[in-house]
């Protein structure tokens, strides 16, 4: 057995915990969901899972320490994410009613696929989450139980879980938020303004992130 249930619990609350607080992944579930749908909300919620992955690949594999402990490698990665997040707040701007329908045709204004990669991308390029899966994911593994790193698997399989209930929940919310959106093109562009100005601080937030 690689994990204990009594750690397993704590890990799974810590998770819960974690998941519901205000930050960038969720509120930017919660924003893409309003305006887009549930599709798109759990689109985006994919997409983030996935990254999430990626971040438990590289802990296992030792790839997170150089964000760690290279000062330039973490500088460039939260530039690129904050001027990934700069041109989500661009777009938001400039969205009009037409562009909130989602569509999983190539002329559609914007896809699921388009949703997913965003999802993606917003993650993998914030150096702080692979920092937080380093420091957080090794305070629960047990030499005893088994190989480090399989633990760790473990554990980032579990994180992801959660992570796709708790933000499934956001969007089921938002979802019913995105109806009333859908059929009122004054409460869409307010939306897509709050949308752009919530990027635009997730982006400066990023970007003064330090180690």
Known sequence: MLISYETLGVFIATSI???????????????????YGRKAGFAVTLG???GLLVHTAAVVFGVAVLFQTSE???T?????GAAYLI??????FRASRADLSVSERPNGAISLRQLYGRGIIMNITNPKVAIFFLAFLPQFADPALG???????AFGGVFIAVTLIVFGS?????????????????AQMIMNRIAGVIFVGLAARLATAQL
Do not use: E
């Open 48 to 50: 983030l899972c996935t």
């Open 17 to 35: 915990a974690l998941g519901m607080a205000p930050g960038p992944d969720n509120i930017f579930v919660l924003t893409q969901s309003a305006l």
């Open 147 to 153: 190989p480090i790193s399989l633990q760790m698997f």
């Open 76 to 80: 460039a990665l939260k530039f690129i």
């Open 170 to 186: 956001v969007v089921i919310g938002a979802g019913y938020l995105g109806n009333w959106l859908r059929h009122s093109p004054k």
């Open 87 to 92: 041109y989500l707040a661009y777009g938001a």
């Open 72 to 74: 330039l490698a973490f």
